[in-house]
């Protein structure tokens, strides 16, 4: 079964690329590639990821103008993105790498005046939550994003705009 759905996948995606061109998508990975390592290495970007967003909005725009729907822009842009970046050997962090407690050195100690979940002031005792009701509140919007596929992260996203 899931040998059968990575098949499905496999095929979409080989049928958006096809409807690039390969040799326009080649063209573009490679032209991407160049883009990416000469943005990091110049220091304009933090990392190979820096120049994701900008990239994913200009080429999903670009194809909708020609037009192409937004969502198969989108998926073929992902793909195209994902192709640049393994070629360019970035490995994206895990989530808990972006949070600020990850690079927060050991031993540091961090003075909060406020509840994380809800900014109200903390009571004498508490460090980071002024009640048990805010932690499991936090520690539950965490994990449901962490636990997010791409397809439901867009959902969610778009229903912000």
Same mark, same amino acid.
């Not at 990975?29 to 220091?43: H, N, Q």
């Given at each position: ?6 098949k ?64 198969? #822009? &989108? ?7 994902? &192709? ?5 050997g ?20 961090? %003075? ?37 596929t %791409? %397809?439901?992260?867009? #959902? ?6």
């Amino acid at each position: 079964m899931a040998k059968a759905r990575r098949k499905e996948e496999r095929r979409k995606r080989d049928a958006r690329r096809g409807r690039l061109g390969p040799g326009r998508y080649d063209a573009l990975v490679a032209e991407l590639v160049r883009c990416v390592k000469l943005a990091f290495e110049a220091g304009a970007t933090g990392s190979l990821f820096g120049m994701e967003g900008p990239l994913r909005h200009e080429i999903r725009s670009d194809l909708c103008l020609q037009a192409w729907g937004w969502a198969a #822009a &989108d998926l073929l842009v992902r793909d195209l993105l994902s &192709d640049v970046f393994n070629k360019v050997g970035a490995e994206r962090p895990a989530w808990n790498e972006g949070q600020p407690e990850w690079v927060i050195e050991s031993g540091t100690l961090i %003075e909060r005046t406020r509840c994380v979940n809800c900014s109200r002031p903390l009571l004498d005792g508490r460090k980071k939550f002024c009640s048990d009701l805010c932690a499991n509140t936090h520690h539950a919007r965490v994990t449901y994003r962490k636990e997010m596929t %791409e %397809e439901r992260i867009l #959902a969610t996203v778009s229903r912000w705009i």
